[in-house]
């Protein structure tokens, strides 16, 4: 069985720091993309990364590019997402997500429990 | 970046019920497309892929059709467990994009 268990959020600062961790099993890990999708209280989704199999290839949104920076450790079977410079607007619940192909975000399934993220002072 | 625009934003049936959910690409995007179910307080699950292809074990009362701009979803006989948000999203062009959601209810 296919299982994905993020942690690492919390309470953070505005400006301030945090690492997300998304640790997978149950399937080869290296063999597929992954992503990060957010999600606001009480809003809709938004797609933040993803990643290549190899983590050769990364791309991210225009919200976040050059402050979240996503990788993985393929001995570990586990993505990241480490989180820099965080804004009020950064605040949701953030989803890790395996994709169905090996190079490029295309459909996620399955997802992460979620792990919640809130930029407050 | 690609838009998606859903409707409606919600809806209420009745058990049995027919219902119909659209989503619009703001450009052509063959058929890359796909849509989620999200219960409350549970993570987005994956239903079809590909405008029409059933995810494995997804109920055959869902179903997915459409291509280029235009995309529908349809569950054909509403049940009470398909309560929840639907989402439709692209994957033609990154960023991967999603439409706002459209949340069912039981009338």
């Known amino acids: 069985e296919v299982q994905l268990v993020e942690s690492g959020g919390g309470l953070v600062q505005p400006g301030g720091s945090l690492r997300l961790s998304c640790a997978a099993s149950g399937f080869t890990f290296s063999s597929y993309a992954m992503s990060w999708v957010r999600q606001a209280p009480g809003k809709g989704l938004e797609w933040v990364s993803g990643i290549s199999g190899s983590g050769d290839e990364t791309y991210y949104a225009d919200s976040v590019k050059g402050r979240f920076t996503i990788s993985r450790d393929n001995s570990k079977n586990t993505l990241y997402l480490q989180m820099n410079s965080l804004r009020a607007e950064d605040t949701a619940v953030y989803y890790c997500?395996?994709?169905?192909?090996?190079?490029?975000?295309?459909?996620?399934?399955?997802w992460g429990q979620g792990t919640l993220v809130t930029v407050s002072s | 970046d690609i838009q998606m625009t859903q409707s409606p934003s919600s809806l209420s049936a009745s058990v049995g019920d027919r219902v119909t959910i659209t989503c619009q690409a703001s450009q052509d995007i063959s058929n890359f497309l796909n849509w989620y179910q999200q219960k409350p307080g549970k993570a987005p699950k994956l239903l079809i892929y590909d405008a029409s292809n059933l995810e494995t074990g997804v109920p055959s009362r869902f179903s997915g059709s459409g291509s280029g701009t235009d995309f529908t979803f349809t569950i054909s006989s509403l049940q009470p467990e398909d309560i929840a948000t639907y989402y439709c999203?692209?994957?033609?062009?990154?960023?991967?994009?999603f439409g706002g959601g459209t949340k069912v209810e039981i009338k």
């Open positions: 997500a395996k994709d169905q192909q090996l190079l490029v975000p295309s459909w996620l399934d399955p």
């Open positions: 999203q692209q994957y033609d062009n990154l960023p991967l994009t």
